[in-house]
């Protein structure tokens, strides 16, 4: 897994701070919070002096993208932290191909699950 310095600002160009995240669900910042910390979604700072936040992408149709929960839940078992988490689902992997999180948004997940259980065990 790619190290902590990566710029996740960089790497990730669209998020959303958590109250535009509730926005995008219709649920409160409070739930956002419950969900962040439940492992249903990832949330990291994106660059010096932003506040926590969390990827655009993760969201679809007002619904968290199928898929990421199960994906988070994995990794984060497996010691892996939010940050190290996003690093690896918004990375360019050619054998997939593309990057995680765009196989998860095309319900391509199937093999991005698999990854991920083998990433963590």
Do not use: C
Request: hydrophobic share 40%.
């Amino acid at each position: 897994m790619t190290q902590n310095t990566t710029d996740l600002g960089v790497l990730i160009d669209d998020w959303l701070d958590w109250k535009a995240a509730g926005e995008a669900l219709g649920v409160s910042v409070t739930k956002v919070r419950t969900l962040i910390r439940e492992h249903q979604l990832a949330a990291a700072v994106p660059s010096e002096g932003a506040g926590q936040q969390v990827p655009a992408a993760f969201f679809q149709d007002g619904e968290i993208v199928k898929g990421i929960p199960g994906v988070l839940t994995v990794l984060h078992d497996g010691g892996y932290d939010d940050r190290q988490i996003l690093v690896w689902l918004f990375s360019e992997d050619e054998t997939l191909p593309g990057r995680p999180i765009d196989a998860l948004r095309e319900n391509r997940g199937t093999e991005v699950k698999r990854r991920a259980q083998a990433m963590a065990f």
